[in-house]
């Protein structure tokens, strides 16, 4: 969410940033927001968009995430070419470490089978540990190196990496269930392309800066303020999705689209096919429409044994997978 490094300033007071780069990251909160926004109300379920297993949405979040890890990488490379300041690095990773804590600590009193460990911002801090080293690396090694993070989870990985403990690399065979997960493979490529791209950018040091159209400063100003804001949107938007389900009556059909999502989402983590969890989790949702599940948000002991019978009737194939529902969490 936040620079590598906050930007210098010249002698004269004139701060050195490119607005046209805080503008950009601007925007990005606001796209990220509207995607945490709608995880909360699907999480509430107020809503059936299928924001944890829909393609277009996996890739929104993607693409988001991949932006502001770009625009970091950026912004080192423009604070190295301009002398790398210990004292303001050494604040810049303190805050990262602080917010990134805040963040874990958080997210586990809320979500304990699924806090973030090791989300966004840790993976900036980590990025931004590795970018002293990353930076003096020739453009044409950099690439090799974004390559090669980019194909490396694709196409191996191992259960030695199975765990929380090594849940950062990305390498695991079962990856661990977190609410926002951005390991080092593949995510520190965007980074390092960044690293890259900003080196064009700093040579426009002296040069006149790219002006921002009419009426968009705000974005600058909501850039610069890019830590402040990842920390305090979602807490807001949460309370608020939470608020309005206790307004809103409960809609069945979002009720069980959300079920749906959660189950896929967590029978794929045990190995099945995008196929496998659908005709599984459509089979238990079906199993169980009639008996008035789906007309409550809250959960009841007595549909346990429901879910129960529904999950070990359509298992499929039955005994090759660990069963991935668990009835007390998503009724």
């Known amino acids: 969410m936040a620079d590598s490094l906050p930007q210098t300033e010249e002698a004269g007071g004139r701060s050195q940033r490119l607005p046209l780069i805080d503008a950009v990251r601007g925007a990005l909160l606001l796209a990220m ?103 003096r690396l020739p453009n044409v090694l950099l690439v090799l190196l974004a390559a090669a ?31 926002d ?21 700093a040579h426009l040091d002296g040069k006149p800066r790219w002006s921002l159209p009419q009426g968009t400063h705000w974005l600058a100003w909501l850039g610069r303020h890019s830590l402040a804001f990842y920390l305090l949107h979602q807490p807001l938007l949460y309370g608020l999705a939470v608020g309005l389900a206790m307004l809103i009556p409960v809609n069945p059909a979002a009720q069980r689209a959300s079920f749906v999502a959660d189950c896929r989402m967590e029978y794929e983590r045990y190995g099945a096919t995008t196929d496998m969890s659908k005709r599984f989790c459509d089979c238990v949702a079906t199993s169980v429409d009639d008996t008035g599940i789906w007309e409550r948000r809250d959960s009841d002991l007595g549909f346990e044994p429901l879910l129960a019978t529904a999950v070990q009737a359509c298992q499929t194939p039955p005994g090759t997978l660990t069963d991935p529902v668990a009835p007390d969490d998503e009724n």
Not at 65 to 72: D, I, P
Not at 181 to 201: N, S
């Open 33 to 135: 927001a509207s995607y945490h926004f709608s995880w909360d109300l699907a999480n509430v379920r107020l809503v059936d968009w299928g924001v944890t297993i829909d393609p277009l949405w996996r890739a929104y979040a993607a693409a988001i995430a991949g932006s502001f890890l770009l625009l970091s990488g950026v912004s080192f490379r423009l604070a190295e070419h301009r002398g790398l300041d210990p004292v303001r690095y050494g604040l810049r990773l303190l805050r990262l470490a602080l917010a990134a804590a805040a963040v874990s600590i958080a997210t586990y009193f809320v979500f304990p089978d699924a806090w973030v460990f090791f989300g966004i911002l840790h993976m900036m801090l980590l990025a931004s540990l590795l970018a002293p080293l990353l930076v």
């Open 149 to 179: 993070a980019l194909l490396l989870p694709q196409v191996w990985r191992s259960p030695v990496f199975n765990g929380l403990g090594w849940g950062f690399l990305g390498l695991a065979e079962t990856p661990p269930v977190a609410n």
């Open 181 to 201: 997960l951005v390991p080092l493979f593949p995510w520190i490529a965007p980074y390092i392309v960044g690293l890259v791209a900003g080196g064009p950018l």
